[in-house]
Nanobody
Framework: VQLQASGGGLVQAGGSLRLSCAAS????????MGWFRQAPGKEREFVAA???????DYVDSVKGRFTISRDNAKNTVYLQMNSLKPEDTAVYYC????????????????????WGQGTLVTVSS
């Protein structure tokens, strides 16, 4: 599967953005999806994940502000980001993992087989 992330940009603190990740192929519904981010000089960080049955998981720092969702008819996973903070500034990556390798949302970046190219989110103070 090929992933194409979009929706990043420059926003003021307190603002919102919605990231999209479009997947190629006809079996999108059989993939667990995740969003990760990497800020300059920092390691890649888990942000949110959603599995094939819409179970979700979030890193504590975004709970209540970010929402991950998926639309299997459009082969797309979304990350709605509200109340953005300067510390949310990073390149955001979407990732996919076939459910045959696990059924739950997963925080471990190394279990994902496919990655999008990343989209830059910059939050100004």
């Amino acid at each position: 599967v090929q992933l194409q992330a979009s929706g990043g940009g420059l926003v003021q603190a307190g603002g919102s953005l919605r990231l999209s990740c479009a997947a190629s192929g006809r079996t999108f519904s059989s993939y667990n999806m995740g969003w990760f981010r990497q800020a300059p000089g920092k390691e890649r960080e888990f942000v949110a994940a959603i599995n094939w049955s819409d179970a979700t998981d979030y890193v504590d720092s975004v709970k209540g502000r970010f929402t991950i969702s998926r639309d299997n008819a459009k082969n797309t996973v979304y990350l709605q980001m509200n109340s953005l903070k300067p510390e949310d500034t990073a390149v955001y990556y979407c990732a996919a993992r076939p459910i045959g390798r696990g059924y739950s949302p997963d925080r471990r970046y190394w279990v994902y087989d496919y990655w999008g190219q990343g989209t830059l989110v910059t939050v100004s103070s």
